[in-house]
């Protein structure tokens, strides 16, 4: 049975165009069942591995403890002094996170993913965020998906898992147009 040459999704008999991505296929081109299945491992975008979900969920629970601490602090403070601005936004709204710690995690992530492509996490896990071409990404488009991870990331993610699988992205992920790659 013959594969897509773009996809590698099996072809239908016959089939003048892969079904999955709409590449023309050449019968003479398209090559035979590999005799080794393929293991799974990081698929690839535009000759990219792209982090898998576990990794980067690692990446961020480690930049959560590190930005956490300071949070915690800085609401020690809060409290001592009995400032009520700490807490002027309800925290029962679910999905959402705009605070004062949300804020905090949102500067965190723009300045390292803008400036240096990794947070802490992502250094520790090995993984980098780049645009689709793999360029460094800058403040913009680090402000836009610093966005959804830091205010919004359960909405975040279960839009991105729902609609940009093949891509391993959230939803910011996609309006910024980034990718999480492994670094070789």
């Known amino acids: 049975m013959p594969y897509c040459m773009k996809c590698g999704k099996e072809l239908p ?17 398209a090559p035979a069942a590999p005799a080794v299945p393929i293991a799974p491992a990081a698929p690839e975008f535009a000759g990219f591995k792209l982090a898998f979900w576990w990794e980067r969920f690692v990446a961020w629970l480690i930049d959560a403890v ?11 403070f809060a409290w001592f002094a009995s400032l009520t601005w700490w807490s002027g936004w309800p925290s029962w709204l679910p999905f959402f996170n705009f605070n004062l710690g949300g804020v905090l995690y949102f500067l965190y992530w723009m300045f390292m993913d803008g400036a240096y492509g990794q947070s802490f996490g992502k250094m520790v896990m090995r993984i980098k965020i780049t645009r689709l071409d793999g360029s460094e990404i800058g403040m913009g488009k680090a402000a836009v998906e610093s966005l959804g991870k830091a205010f919004l990331l359960p909405l975040d993610c279960i839009v991105g898992w729902i609609l940009y699988p093949r891509r391993r992205q959230r939803l910011f992920n996609h309006l910024s147009q980034t990718i999480v790659i492994k670094i070789t």
């Open 13 to 29: 008999e016959g089939a003048k165009y892969c079904p999955v991505c709409g590449t023309a296929v050449s019968m003479e081109e």
């Open 66 to 76: 590190i930005v956490g601490i300071v949070v915690g602090i800085l609401g020690l």
